[in-house]
């Protein structure tokens, strides 16, 4: 099994990972996501095999706005675990992509639920086509930009209106 531990989980910070995290990235076959810069093709194609072999994004934040890296998972069918904190929960949706756990929890509850998953092979390979799903329907800048689009051409259809019943009056 391969889980995904984005930079801000240093591997040289041990000290701060519970004992249940720690055993997790140490005994099972991991990928720790360095800082990439994904404007550089062979960051790129280091952060795309990453996702690619890997079977889960690990995220415990303490804060996030949105999280686009929950986004290029679902873009692998890689389901994300994370915290419901910020904006996290735009991103992730319960058992469609992921998991969002409370930002408290300790590292056990983040390796029990990832157990839990894997454990049972057939819903897992459903969680992963759902999270490609989620990602082809929702998580995507296509159907981010149709979205905004809408939603500009909506405003100016009214600033129109509004226009025009000024110069009626």
């Not at 076959?29 to 194609?45: F, G, M, R, S």
């Not at 996030?64 to 986004?71: E, M, Q």
Request: aromatic share 12%; net charge positive.
């Amino acid at each position: 099994m391969n889980i995904v531990f984005p930079a801000m989980l240093d591997p040289k910070d041990i000290n701060n990972w519970s004992g249940t995290l720690y055993h997790i990235y140490h005994k099972l076959k991991k990928k720790h996501i360095p800082h990439l810069y994904k404007a550089k093709k062979e960051d790129l194609t280091k952060l795309c095999a990453i996702l690619s072999e890997s079977h889960f994004l690990v995220l415990p934040t303490r804060f996030d706005a949105f999280g686009i890296v929950f986004c290029e998972a679902s873009a692998y069918g890689l389901p994300s675990i994370s915290a419901e904190v910020g904006g996290v929960s735009q991103a992730i949706r319960e058992g469609k992509n992921g998991f969002l756990l409370p930002a408290d929890a300790p590292a056990k509850d983040y390796a029990e639920k990832i157990k839990t998953i894997f454990s049972d092979k057939e819903n897992y390979f459903k969680l992963r086509q759902s999270s490609r799903h989620e990602f082809e329907t929702r998580l995507n800048w296509d159907v981010w930009g149709e979205k905004v689009n809408k939603i500009l051409e909506e405003a100016v259809r009214e600033w129109k209106q509004l226009r025009v019943k000024s110069y009626e009056l």
